[in-house]
């Protein structure tokens, strides 16, 4: 399960750095498939969440889940579990937020999401069968 | 009961309720969300307006291709809750039928009829329309206008507006729009719509091969009305 989790939040922190990078300045992530899906999601107002760039707040969570991964014991098993619930509850409101008010989907934050759902569920199997068990 | 095992339980009931309590958490994130009303900084439907003006060229304020026969120009007030509903009713089909096929290109102008706030609102649609995305502005504006003269045509606003239309340099955006020469532009629009006998927002004009110079149309009831002005103007009315 550490092995998974630690591949997965690797490759987070990758999308999540990537994203941040290029929506950094004027600019947005490449829509691998074309269309403007991107560009109009990283122009849109919910791009940044008090001031600071919503793929930053993912960066952190990948790095924190990461951390998670790579360290034994109860405490990770529950940092791991705690920190995958809340990056899974953002990303379905991020995909709401894209489906239902920007109208447009782009594809690095549905990447994203995708592996932030991996990480919960990871992280849930993680949880549920070694809690409470020696490290 | 082993110590490891009541431990194992406890876990096991903190991180239910961690699961519950982060349901209720996204539920109230979207019930919240979807009540938007508005003049707010959180925007509704930049998706559909990209859409709707995608592969139509731009230039300024004006919407289609240069070397279309028949001007349409739309008088209006970013304020305006009618200019909201032609722009979301009206508009769009004018577009479709006459703008995209190249036989009409529509044009925006200020009339600053509804308070102050217009003014700076109108200079913030010519400053993106610089940079490409004055329709794109303009219509994100209609989408999300809040009630005429309540204040919410903040810098903050107009921003969001900006953003969510592409506008790709925001620094020279927010130079331009505090410029002279755009504030003068839009009450030169103002002037000019007075002088036509407008009275009011929107009012529609238009220019081709069979009128002489710019025609006033008034308000018309609908966009058939306004693609028989177009017809009329090349001359096949």
């Known amino acids: 399960m550490r092995a998974i989790a630690t591949f997965v939040a690797s490759f987070g922190v990758g999308v999540a750095i990537y994203i941040a990078i290029a929506d950094s300045g004027d600019g947005s992530p490449v829509c691998l498939a074309g269309g403007n899906g991107c560009e109009t999601v990283a122009n849109s107002s919910y791009s940044h969440l008090l001031g600071v760039d919503v793929a930053i707040f993912g960066i952190v969570g990948y790095l924190l889940l990461l951390a998670a991964a790579l360290l034994r014991g109860d405490t990770a098993r529950m940092a791991g579990f705690g920190v995958s619930l809340a990056g899974f509850g953002f990303s379905v409101y991020l995909t709401y937020i894209e489906l239902f008010k920007i109208e447009a989907v782009c594809q690095w934050c549905v990447l994203s999401a995708v592996l932030m759902t991996v990480l919960f569920g990871v992280n849930a199997v993680r949880m549920v069968g070694y809690a409470g068990r020696p490290a | ?237």
Do not use: H
């Not at chain 2, 700076?120 to 490409?132: E, V």
């Not at chain 2, 239309?165 to 130079?175: F, Q």
């Not at chain 2, 009275?199 to 693609?227: D, N, R």
């Open chain 2, 1 to 237: 009961m082993s110590g490891d095992e009541a431990r194992r339980k406890r876990l096991l009931q903190v991180a239910s309720a961690a699961v519950f309590l982060a349901i209720v958490a996204v539920a109230v994130l979207i019930v919240l969300e979807s009540g938007g009303s508005g003049g707010d900084t959180n925007l509704e439907d930049a998706g559909a307006i990209t859409g709707q003006l995608e592969g139509i060229p731009q230039k300024g304020l004006e919407l289609g291709r240069p070397e279309a026969k028949v001007t349409l120009v739309e008088f209006g007030d970013l304020q305006c809750p009618v200019c909201k509903g032609f722009s979301e009713e009206i508009v769009p089909e004018v577009i479709d039928s006459k703008v995209r096929s190249g036989e009409a290109r529509i044009e925006f102008r200020n009339y600053t009829i509804i308070s102050q706030e217009s003014i700076p609102a109108g200079a913030a649609a010519i400053a993106a329309g610089r940079q490409g995305r004055g329709w794109d502005y303009l219509e994100l504006f209609y989408r999300n206008q809040g009630v005429e003269a309540s204040g919410y045509v903040t810098d903050e606003f107009m921003t969001a507006i900006a953003r969510g239309a592409g506008v790709p340099d925001i620094a020279r955006w927010n130079r331009d729009r505090k410029s002279a020469a755009i504030l003068g532009e839009v009450e030169a629009q103002t002037a000019e719509a007075e002088k036509l006998g407008l009275t009011g927002t929107p009012s529609f004009a238009v220019e081709g091969p069979a009128t002489s110079g710019l025609e006033t149309l008034g308000t018309p009831s609908s966009a058939g009305a306004i693609e028989e002005a177009i017809e009329a103007a090349q001359g096949r009315g």
